[in-house]
């Protein structure tokens, strides 16, 4: 089976294939996103035996995606997110997927740390792994789960959750946890000010 036909058999509300140019498609929620300051399109696509194609972000540049909608998800209280990435970025925190509020400042948000480590910020909670070394310029697959009481992360097939969170509690909170939702965004995390910009490719984001 195809990474594709996996994908629509899990019945995703968004799924950004990240195949366009400019502005790109949520092929099942209707969710378009913007480009702002020019993430490269059309590279290299991180699924082999896929020829769609990837995003490309520089965090020089700023360089990410955007749709500023309302209430996203805010009924949602479980849920997964995936991804595909590649980076050999070694800043604290690059932002692969957030979605947020500049009222509340309450995100949830997932992020490749300046160790390979991958990190859940749910406000005010942060839940990072002790595994690392996923800046490694290779292609991994990021997933992040919640039954609404508990959050589970899985890289590449494998669990590498934490039964400790890094600070606060791992309450598994969800997209109804934050109020007023007016940023959705690939490649940062857009709150009052732009924070945390990926470097690398990222591919295939669904919700």
């Keep these: 089976m195809s990474y594709e036909s996996e994908v629509t058999a899990d019945s995703p509300v968004n799924w950004w294939r ?58 949602d209280n479980a849920g997964s997110i995936e991804a595909w990435f590649s980076s050999t970025a070694t800043d604290s925190y690059n932002c692969i997927f957030s979605c947020s509020s500049e009222i509340s400042g309450k995100t ?33 697959h990021v997933v992040l789960t919640s039954d609404g009481s508990r959050y589970k992360i899985y890289v590449d097939g494998a669990d590498i959750s934490l039964d400790t969170p890094t600070l606060g509690a791992d309450d598994g909170n969800w997209f109804d946890s934050i109020p ?19 470097n690398g490719t990222i591919d295939e984001v669904a919700v």
């Excluded at 749910?122 to 292609?139: C, M, V, Y």
């Excluded at 007023?180 to 990926?198: E, H, M, R, Y």
Aim: charged share 10%.
């Design 18 to 75: 990240l195949g366009d140019t400019g502005t790109q498609t949520d092929e099942v929620g209707g969710l378009t996103l913007t480009p702002i300051n020019s993430p490269t399109d059309g590279v290299a696509g991180l699924i082999g035996g896929d020829s769609d194609t990837a995003v490309s972000f520089d965090s020089a540049s700023s360089e990410y995606l955007i749709n500023n909608t309302s209430d996203f998800r805010n009924s």
């Design 108 to 140: 949830l948000s997932l992020h490749l740390s300046g160790s390979g480590a991958i990190a859940v910020q749910a406000s005010p909670n942060l839940i990072s792994t002790n595994a690392t070394g996923f800046n490694d310029g290779n292609t991994h």
């Design 180 to 198: 007023s939702t007016d940023n959705v965004v690939i490649g940062a995390l857009k709150q009052t000010n732009l924070n945390f910009p990926f």
